[in-house]
């Protein structure tokens, strides 16, 4: 199997649904270790195979601890299952899943996909130390590339299919609004 993604979040955001457009763009379909919900969902459509991760939780405030306990939990998850179906490439899909990724005992290339500005200094440092050893980084802005500050990371600029999404002209007129408070 040539690509494994791994996903924390079993979401469907704007990072997930680069995630979808990433993986239908490879020859042969993907796996993505992902929880469950709208991303396996819609992956599963898509004709990826989809492992499942426990879900956890997306909040970090007030967490420390138990985040910490998170990310240790889906390493030996991602572990069991880079060991059950060795891929050729992990992408690690995110900021969390490269931190579970990144400490796999035996690994293969990992990749490392980053869409979000850096939630704290902790965290920064963190998440620093773990794309350098990252065999590539891509980021989804050239500010968040600035602030991630991994040299040789590629910006990947999200697009829009103008073929699915047709822009419209403005209506006849002016605006209308309504602003309460």
């Not at 796996?31 to 990826?48: F, W």
């Not at 590539?136 to 699915?164: F, K, N, W, Y």
């Amino acid at each position: 199997m040539p690509v494994l993604f791994a996903s924390y979040s079993g979401l469907l955001g704007g990072a997930e649904r680069l995630l979808l457009d990433a993986a239908a763009g490879l020859e042969e379909p993907p796996t993505l270790a992902c929880p469950e919900g709208p991303l396996a969902e819609r992956a599963g459509a898509a004709g990826l195979h989809v492992l499942t991760l426990r879900e956890r939780p997306l909040e970090l405030r007030d967490r420390r601890a138990g985040a910490t306990l998170d990310l240790l939990g889906m390493r030996r998850e991602l572990d069991a299952i880079v060991r059950a179906v060795r891929p050729e490439l992990l992408y690690a899909w995110g900021m969390r899943a490269l931190l579970a990724a990144v400490g796999l005992r035996r690994r293969p290339p990992l990749a490392f996909q980053h869409n979000d500005l850096l939630p704290g200094p902790a965290v920064a440092r963190a998440v620093r130390a773990a794309a350098r050893r990252a065999e590539a980084v891509s980021t989804a802005s050239e500010c968040i590339a600035r602030e991630l500050g991994i040299p040789g990371a590629q910006t990947i600029h999200p697009g829009v299919d103008l073929d699915r999404f047709v822009p419209v002209p403005p209506p006849d007129g002016p605006p209308e609004l309504l602003v309460l408070g």
